[in-house]
């Protein structure tokens, strides 16, 4: 596709559950990244793919949260034992690298996550 | 730590008027500041970006002011158009192939008509 796709657009949960958020970048990005934007608030940084390197998972906020990328394409956010202070909008998003690189970000429209 | 702190977090503004808002960071190796706006439910597009080697970035509608020694920056609307009521978020990034953006806290934009 052209752009960033995100799924599920919205998951509601039970408190305890594991969950899987998927994202299918732009194709021909190799640069990955996840954040997290709960309500009212800015977008916090999670995970950040690049190639074949190691992730980047220092923004991960427990070990609840894991991340991975598979084939340097799609990636899958999971959440296991979710509690209700998950409930976020979490963006994917994915950059180009190398000399087209001019740092711009291309976000997904998002997966709404509610634990209940 | 926020590296990053934007305000205000809400404004609004007539239409024909001019917004600003405003942003300080703390890291000097920051060299990347971009702004992205946000409409409901879609996800963040970068509007407009500048780095420190210039003071002044415009494109169309939109300026970004950068004061390197104050480190501070600043997006400016002018003649805003009730399409402008977004969400704004101002951020900043390092050098390298990281480029992990840190953003500010959002400023939601309401221009009335």
């Known amino acids: 596709g052209a752009g960033v796709s995100q799924s599920p657009s919205n998951k509601v949960t039970e408190k305890g559950k594991d969950v899987e958020l998927r994202c299918d970048p732009i194709?021909?990005?190799?640069?990955l990244y996840w954040y997290r934007q709960s309500l009212g608030q800015g977008l916090e940084f999670l995970i950040y793919f690049q190639g074949n390197s190691a992730p980047d998972k220092s923004g991960l906020p427990s070990d609840r949260f894991s991340a991975e990328r598979t084939g340097g394409s799609v990636s899958t956010l999971t959440i296991q034992r979710t509690q209700q202070e998950d409930s976020a909008v979490y963006l994917c998003a994915s950059r180009q690298t190398g000399g087209a690189n001019t740092g711009e970000l291309f976000f997904g429209e998002g997966s709404r996550l509610t634990v209940l | 730590q926020q590296q990053v702190k934007q305000s205000p977090q809400s404004l609004i503004v007539q239409k024909g008027g001019i917004s600003i808002i405003n942003c300080a960071y703390e890291n000097t190796a920051f060299d990347y500041f971009p702004w992205y706006q946000q409409f409901p439910g879609k996800g963040p597009a970068l509007l407009i970006a500048i780095r420190p080697d210039v003071s002044e970035k415009k494109e169309g509608r939109f300026t970004i002011s950068f004061n390197k020694s104050a480190k501070q920056f600043s997006l400016h609307i002018m003649d805003s158009q009730p399409g402008d009521s977004a969400t704004y978020f101002c951020?900043?990034?390092?050098?390298?192939?990281?480029?992990?953006?840190?953003f500010g806290s959002g400023t939601q934009l309401t221009v009335l008509p």
């Open positions: 951020a900043a990034s390092g050098s390298g192939s990281a480029r992990q953006l840190t």
């Open positions: 194709s021909g990005h190799t640069a």
